[in-house]
């Protein structure tokens, strides 16, 4: 079988694999649609993600949805030939973090295509590919591949967006119009937040935020008189998710959250130590959380889905096969270009 496998910065390839088998409790699925993440173009044009650096080949991907090929020995809840969003998330179930009950926090997680442990952990990005029975969830034909996909960063959403209590009625500010952010202005909207406000660099995707539920938006190096008003009087908003990774998205955020209010860092800050003016977090007494991943959000995000409260169609727009898979990632890279680009076998 073919499969995408990294092995270190700029070097992603096509390789030829064996097929899987399924031990007991697991299935081998054929993969209908992958998402490029963030995190596989941080691996291909960097070789690593924040700490984590490719120290050996990687299959990448870790959002997927696709059909039941084989059954392992005992398992009941699916059936070949069903169709079922993949759960990439394996904690352990054993260590500290796990027996708390914060499982997104496990010490020994298992995540599709990542690079944090050693061995490192294959992705979904191939033919086909084996996971847990308990990590995949049937869907319906009215979802496609693309769309159950999505389920993995809306899960991160959703996460995300708990850790800042209940949005109904509260005025939310999203730094960073990519993938996370467009989909945290999706939950915002379900979530009853009365103003949703994205941030971005370029225009191109914040016209797909708008489609996702933002209510105003904001190009930061061409609106600078709208990005002082956010500022003004000491911060709009009463809670802002930085999306963006960058520290000066962090900056920002303290900048246009109202005293009192709630700093949500998502996205992943480059790798060492990232300056911020913090005097304001004293100064206006902010809450900063920082938010990991998801557990059981996963299953809420399916759920969202497939009841169509949360519509992940205006973010999806592009999708390749293996066959133009460097041409897929050079795409995906193009944030005025793309959004959410997905692979597919041939």
């Known amino acids: 079988m073919k499969a995408c496998v990294i092995h270190g910065a700029k070097d992603l390839r096509l390789q030829d694999r064996p097929e899987p088998m399924p031990a007991p409790g697991e299935v081998v699925v054929r993969l209908g649609a992958g998402g490029i993440c963030g995190s596989d173009l941080h691996y291909f044009a960097e070789g690593g993600v924040g700490d984590f650096v490719v120290r050996e080949p990687l299959v990448l991907g870790h959002e997927g949805a696709g059909t039941i090929a084989s059954l392992g020995e005992g398992v009941t809840t699916v059936q070949p030939g069903q169709r079922v969003a993949v759960n990439p998330n394996h904690p352990c179930g054993r260590c500290r973090e796990c027996r708390k009950g914060v499982l997104n926090l496990c010490q020994n997680v298992r995540y599709f295509g990542s690079a944090a442990r050693f061995p490192h952990v294959n992705g979904l990005f191939a033919e086909y590919f084996v996971a847990a029975a308990g ?30 209590d209940s949005l109904a009625g509260r005025e939310v500010a999203i730094v960073g119009s990519g993938p996370i952010g467009v989909l945290l202005a999706a939950v915002a909207k379900m979530s009853g937040a009365t103003r949703i406000a994205v941030t971005d660099l370029f225009d191109e995707p914040l016209v797909i935020a708008r489609a996702m539920g933002a209510t105003e938006t904001v190009n930061v190096r061409t609106g600078t008189d709208r990005l002082r008003e956010f500022e003004a009087d000491r911060g709009a908003f009463d809670v802002t998710f930085e999306a963006s990774g960058h520290p000066s998205g962090l900056a920002s955020a303290l900048a246009i959250t109202a005293p009192g209010g709630t700093i949500v860092q998502v996205g992943m800050l480059p790798r060492g130590d990232s300056p911020a003016p913090l005097n304001r977090v004293v100064a206006k007494e902010l809450h900063i959380v920082g938010t990991f991943r998801f557990y059981r959000e996963y299953a809420m995000a399916v759920d969202a889905l497939v009841d169509g409260r949360i519509d992940v169609a205006p973010m999806i727009t592009h999708e390749f096969t293996f066959a133009d898979l460097l041409e897929a990632f050079e795409v995906a890279a193009d944030r005025r270009r793309a959004m959410k680009v997905t692979l597919r076998p041939e």
């Not at 159950?148 to 850790?163: D, F, G, N, V, Y």
């Open 135 to 164: 990590n995949c969830i049937p869907v319906p034909d009215r979802l496609s591949d693309q769309q159950a996909a999505c389920a993995e960063p809306l899960a991160i959403t959703l996460h995300a967006a708990a850790q800042a």
